[in-house]
T-cell receptor, first 111, second 114 residues
Framework: KQEVTQIPAALSVPEGENLVLNCSFT??????LQWFRQDPGKGLTSLLL?????REQTSGRLNASLDKSSGRSTLYIAASQPGDSATYLC??????????FGGGTRLMVKP | GAGVSQSPRYKVAKRGQDVALRCDPI?????LFWYQQALGQGPEFLTY????????KSGLPSDRFFAERPEGSVSTLKIQRTQQEDSAVYLC????????????FGPGTRLTVT
């Protein structure tokens, strides 16, 4: 059974810092891995999807990398802003139709 | 175009009542997923549909949980004889493909069982 761990569980930084959020998973036989953002009381917003054959994906200030063999993914956020404050979730897809989520990293970016 | 919508957004049920939660996926999306998210935790998979066929229901926690998607579009998650441990946010997601496609989530239904 896939198990996903996200470190750190919580992070508070001043505005402008570059951040790295870590995700590790136990079963490397994945189709893809998605990173999501969740604001309090809201649903999940998809940020990036990395296919199993890819090493990284970029969208604006976000860059996600994938090392499938070691079961790791990182989300890099450049020049953080207060609007980036949210919970970030990673979710590998093993079966092509079922995401397994980590517990998330709660990020607070202070002005 | 419209995203995934869910109704109601909030539901309070007394223990023992039955509830029905609705999901309207993005138009044309073949796959539909239900997840359960307990407070402070990541979502957990409940069940998956491809068109009207329920291909995976391995995450449903008990036989009190039932999901359907009779016409391959709107889906309903039904919980019978609700218990306090059923209190959670129920999230619905859809994707355009049949395997390994990006999933798009709705806002969720927050169920509170008193």
């Amino acid at each position: 059974k896939q198990e996903v761990t996200q470190i750190p569980a919580a992070l508070s930084v001043p505005e402008g810092e570059n951040l790295v959020l870590n995700c590790s998973f136990t079963d490397s036989a994945i189709y893809n891995l998605q990173w999501f953002r969740q604001d309090p009381g809201k649903g999940l917003t998809s940020l990036l999807l990395i296919q199993s054959s890819q090493r990284e994906q970029t969208s604006g200030r976000l860059n996600a990398s994938l090392d499938k063999s070691s079961g790791r993914s990182t989300l890099y956020i450049a020049a953080s802003q207060p609007g980036d404050s949210a919970t970030y979730l990673c979710a590998p897809d093993n079966a092509g139709n079922m995401l397994t989520f980590g517990g998330g990293t709660r990020l607070m970016v202070k002005p | 175009g419209a995203g995934v919508s869910q109704s109601p957004r909030y539901k309070v049920a007394k223990r023992g009542q039955d509830v029905a939660l609705r999901c309207d996926p993005i138009s044309g999306h073949v796959s539909l997923f239900w997840y359960q998210q307990a407070l402070g935790q990541g979502p957990e998979f409940l069940t998956y549909f491809q068109n009207e066929a329920q291909l995976d229901k391995s995450g449903l926690p008990s036989d009190r949980f039932f999901a359907e998607r009779p016409e391959g579009s709107v889906s309903t998650l039904k919980i019978q004889r609700t218990q306090q441990e059923d209190s959670a946010v129920y999230l619905c997601a859809s994707s355009s493909g049949t395997s390994g496609s990006e999933q798009y989530f709705g806002p969720g239904t927050r169920l509170t069982v008193t």
